[in-house]
């Protein structure tokens, strides 16, 4: 299967968010991949802080009180003192494309010595499609010098619209803090050259670092949670948009791959804090994860505001039993939404009509999904 052609307008089609509490000297390694694309830098902590960039780069920068400013009564649904704040970025850019790293993330190099250009990876991940209904052994049927194998049923080679790129990371892996804390010298120095789709109904701990989306599928749905500051989880902001994508995805046929590009991640965050941070969610997932297998959304609900207001409900119903964060989770994913399309109007959805619903989506119209 022959590669995508990367749009030559990319850089019209896509921007790149970055939260900080640090400097962004790391763009300057970046600097040949990122150059020619806007980023959305999302300063969190202390807003009196100047973040310098290196010169040459073209971006928008928000601090908290540029986040209140805009959002005004909905700013509390945005995370303060967390990386999940990095979700505003996503809710003001108006590109098709979004692609977030975090500023302690360099340029990797694969086993031939060369430098990876992750976000080109990233978008041939998005611009081919995702097989999530019937696993291809010999992994991504589009890349280079692979293909679907025998057995593949033909009438399903099309695929399904990839929403979801998710990368990995070399030298510090994302571990918990307890892994972390038993393996404090763990360093990850497998290059496993593969893409792959994640099967339709399985669920996956979406990692933030290196992490790219089709804003247009999916963005009303990459909400980070309620995290940092004053609330009694941090660390789950990513693993909480992935799940709730995941969902919405498999039920309105879109793919999530997972796998290349790799990123180098340089510093290790401090297991201690850390461990504080994800106490709570180490317990609670045992009891999310099966509610997040277990939600139904209803055929009705084809646009992802429709699927992501509907699990908003589910989790005020079903998981205010873990604790009463969850109501306050709930709220905070129906603001979200709701400043989501007072922001993107244009794309505030009438439900995909058939004939606009790309083909899987026509599956689940037709109930065939
Ligand atoms: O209060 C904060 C803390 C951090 N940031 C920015 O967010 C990213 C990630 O921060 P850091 O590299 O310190 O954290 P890690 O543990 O390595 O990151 C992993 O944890 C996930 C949980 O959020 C995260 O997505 C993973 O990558 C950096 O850019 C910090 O500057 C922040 O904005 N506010
Ligand atoms: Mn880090």
Redesign the pocket.
Known sequence: MGHPVVPSNLEEELDIV?????NLDFLEQWRPFFQRYHLIV????DPKRTVKLPQGFDYELYTRLDIEKILGDKAWCIS???????CFGYMVSKKRYIYT?????FVAKDPSGESINALQQHIRNLLTPSTPRFFNTLYDPFAEGADFVRGYPFSWRQGAPTAVSHGLWLN?P?YDAPTQMVKPHERNTRYVDAVMTIPKGTLFPM????LAFDRELIGPAMY?GL???GQPL?????MWAGWCSKVICDHLGLGVKTGKPYIW?S???NPFV?LK?EFHGIFWQEDIIPFFEDVQLPASATSVAECYRHLAKEVREKLQKLDGYFLKLADAMEAWIDAWEQLNPAEAPAALSESKAPPAQHALANGKA
């Open positions: 970055i939260p900080t509490i640090r999302i300063q969190d902590g303060f003192k967390d990386s999940a704040c990095r790293i975090d500023d302690d993330c510090i994302d990692c933030g670092m290196n980070f995290m940092g500051d941090g660390r789950y902001d990513d991640h510093k290790a965050s850390n941070k």
